[in-house]
C-alpha cells in the first residue's frame, strides 16, 4: 500500500478540497470519516473511490475489508500521517480512516411510494446538522427517501454526512424545485401532511394514510403559502411552554414516528 506524509500530495490535495460545495458539486464526489462510516458505504454497496487510513487503523479486519472494496472498483488506498488526517477532516483528533465516495441523487420520478410507509419532503432546509439528523432518522423509521424542495443545503457536505452517523448510505434523496416537487405531489397515492405552526389541526389527529409524505419548513421562514397550500392537511405539534417553535429535526422526528404510528 502506498504511505504518503505530504500535504501536498494531490490525493490529500484533492480530498481537502471535498470541504468546498463547489468541489463536491463539480466531482460528484464526498468524504465520510470514520471506520463505521466507511463500513457503512462498503456493507451498502458504494466501495471508496479513496481509501486514508492511519497506522493504527491497519490491522482492523474492517478496514482490511473497506480496502478490498476500494482496489475493487480500482480506488486509490493510502496509508497517511496524523498530520494529514487532522488536515482533511479539519479536526484536532481526527478520524483514522476518511473514504471518499460517490454522491448519489435518485430522480423523483424513480420512487416508488409502495416501497415504504412514510416519506419526507424539507423545503428549502439550510442547516446541514439538522439535514444529517433527520436523514438519520428517516434511516432510523424506515422512511422511502428525503426529498430535498427547492434550495437546500448540501446533503453530503462533511457535517451533514457527520451528523447522519452513516445513514447517508441508505437513505435515497431526492432533489427538486418548488414547481417540480407540485407537479410530483399531485399523484401521490397517500395522506401529504405539511406542518404549520399557525395550524389548527394536532399532528396527532391527523389521517396519515400510507404512504405518508410529511413535509417540513425552513428552519428561519417555515412554510411559504404556496408551498403550505400542497398537504391535504398541515398540523401543528403542540407547544406547552414558552418556546414558539420545535428544532426542525426534532419536529421532523415526531412527524415520521406519528406517520408511522
Ligand atoms: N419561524 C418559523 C415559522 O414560523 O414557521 C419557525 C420554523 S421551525 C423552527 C422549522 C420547521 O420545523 C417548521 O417549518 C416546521 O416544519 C417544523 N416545526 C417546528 N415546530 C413545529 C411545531 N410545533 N409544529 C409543527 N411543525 C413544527
Not at 500530495?9 to 481537502?16: E, I, L
Request: glycine share 8%.
Amino acid at each position: 500500500m502506498k504511505a504518503v506524509t505530504s500535504l501536498t500530495n494531490p490525493t490529500v490535495k484533492a480530498v481537502r478540497a471535498l470541504h468546498l460545495r463547489k468541489e463536491r458539486d463539480e466531482t460528484g464526489l464526498f468524504v465520510a470519516e470514520g471506520l463505521k462510516n466507511v463500513t457503512e458505504g462498503v456493507e451498502t454497496g458504494h466501495a471508496p473511490k479513496i481509501l486514508m487510513y492511519g497506522r493504527e487503523a491497519a490491522d482492523h479486519p474492517l478496514l482490511k475489508a473497506a480496502v478490498q472494496a476500494t482496489l475493487a472498483v480500482r480506488g486509490e488506498v493510502i496509508e497517511v500521517t496524523p498530520d494529514i488526517l487532522a488536515k482533511v477532516s479539519r479536526r484536532d483528533n481526527p478520524q483514522a480512516v476518511v473514504g471518499v465516495f460517490a454522491q448519489r441523487f435518485v430522480d423523483l420520478d424513480s420512487l416508488d411510494p409502495g416501497r415504504a410507509e412514510c416519506w419526507v419532503a424539507l423545503h428549502r432546509v439550510r442547516d446541514p446538522g439538522n439535514l444529517g439528523t433527520i436523514v438519520r432518522t428517516a434511516d432510523a423509521a424506515s422512511c422511502g427517501a428525503v426529498i430535498l424542495v427547492g434550495e437546500c443545503c448540501d446533503p453530503y457536505s462533511v457535517e451533514a454526512v457527520r451528523a447522519t452517523m452513516g445513514s447517508i448510505f441508505a437513505v435515497p434523496l431526492a432533489k427538486a424545485s418548488e414547481t417540480e416537487f407540485a407537479a410530483w405531489r399531485a399523484s401521490w397515492p397517500g395522506s401529504v401532511v405539511g406542518t404549520l405552526l399557525t395550524a389548527d389541526v394536532d399532528h396527532r389527529r391527523a389521517e396519515y394514510r400510507k404512504p405518508a409524505l410529511i413535509l417540513m419548513g425552513n428552519e428561519q421562514q417555515g412554510l411559504p403559502p404556496d408551498m403550505a397550500a400542497l398537504p391535504d392537511v398541515n398540523v401543528k405539534i403542540p407547544m406547552r411552554g414558552r418556546a414558539d417553535s420545535l428544532n426542525l429535526s426534532v419536529a421532523t422526528g415526531i412527524m415520521i414516528y406519528a406517520a408511522t404510528a
